[in-house]
């Protein structure tokens, strides 16, 4: 408080910047003191939005301030205060007799604990529910690449056509599809603050970002944001399938698939390619359940796990179990 004091008092233009930035770090810790908020029927979960240091779900400043600043979930009935430390060998037990098919529905998901939902979650994507003959690495080895199915990519095929949704200037995945397969590739990232351009021969780069509104990012980032309908109808792609989506957008995926499995935008999409990101250390059981009701949404739209990828850089801390879970899942789907 002195050091902030003798600031103030100063009359210096050199020094009124200082105040500033002073001022904006404890505005900034303000924002993280917002957690959640609720009503007799919903939940609104807040994540915080202004995080200046890079980390592996935060790749930079502008990428944080365009996460989702919220999620609205329906409440279940009865919910009831969960303890913390919750036996993780009794949730590892129950997560053992996690039958085959898609996730339970809503009533019997929050019929379960906070732990078994959170675990059940953890579970799911770590099954492999459909056997690719053939799946082939296509870019780095680690993040970056991605697994597809190639059994499933028609070759050679002029008309194949791919989305790639979040690059952050790593190419490779996006270079190796159109190389190996001639797939007619597109990609998009806003955050790497370069105009429209050819990549490559084949490799279209888009300053475009995939989200469930159309318009512009209401932030200082002012990033384009399009739907996947809207994607389409501008790049004239409206009457062609797209062969494989790879989507690593930042949690938005959240987002983003309610909304293209609304505007039935997968028909036809042959693989589906998605890093699953979960950060938080809230203790609404509803986030969780949010999570596997679009996965089981993504089964019943006929989607299979073939390939599953866990970040290791990339985890948080379960406030119930007390102990450091994965927050980042690289999942490809074939639609069977």
Not at 30 to 59: D, K, W, Y
Not at 201 to 224: I, Q
Not at 227 to 254: A, F, G
Request: proline share 5%; glycine share 4%.
């Amino acid at each position: 408080m002195n050091y902030l004091r003798r600031i103030l008092m100063r009359n210096r233009p050199l020094y009124r910047p200082r105040v500033w930035l002073l001022l904006l770090a404890v505005l900034i810790s303000a924002m993280f003191l917002l957690r959640r908020t609720g009503s007799e029927h919903t939940v609104n979960i807040v994540i915080p939005l202004l995080n200046p240091l890079a980390t592996p779900f935060n790749r930079t400043w502008w990428d944080a301030k365009s996460y989702p600043d919220g999620i609205h979930l329906p409440r279940c009935h009865g919910q009831v205060p969960q303890k913390h430390n919750v036996s993780l060998i009794a949730s590892l037990k129950k997560s053992l007799g996690v039958p085959d098919g898609p996730p339970p529905d809503k009533d019997e998901l929050c019929s379960m604990s906070f732990g078994e939902v959170e675990m059940y979650y953890h579970t799911y994507l770590s099954a492999i529910q459909n056997v690719c003959r053939r799946s082939i690495r296509m870019g780095n080895t680690k993040d970056g690449g991605w697994d597809v199915c190639s059994t499933e990519i028609k070759q050679p095929d002029d008309s194949c056509l791919v989305y790639s949704f979040g690059i952050q200037f790593d190419f490779s995945f996006d270079d190796a599809i159109s190389t190996v397969f001639g797939c007619e590739v597109h990609s998009f990232d806003p955050s790497m603050h370069q105009k429209d351009h050819l990549h490559k021969a084949n490799v279209h780069f888009h300053a475009t970002g995939l989200s469930d509104y159309n318009g512009v990012s209401n932030d200082m980032a002012s990033w384009k944001m399009r739907t996947l309908v809207e994607i389409r109808k501008e790049l004239n792609h409206v009457d062609r399938n797209i062969d494989v989506i790879k989507m690593d957008i930042e949690s938005w995926e959240w987002n983003v698939i309610p909304d293209i499995l609304k505007t039935s935008q997968l028909a036809g999409v042959k693989q589906f390619l998605v890093e699953f990101h979960a950060n938080t250390d809230v203790l609404w059981k509803e986030y969780w359940i949010h999570k596997l009701l679009i996965l089981r949404d993504l089964y019943l739209e006929g989607y299979r796990v073939f390939w599953i990828g866990r970040n290791n850089m990339c985890t948080y801390k379960s406030p119930v179990f007390n102990r450091v879970l994965y927050a980042c899942y690289e999942v490809s789907f074939v639609k069977i």
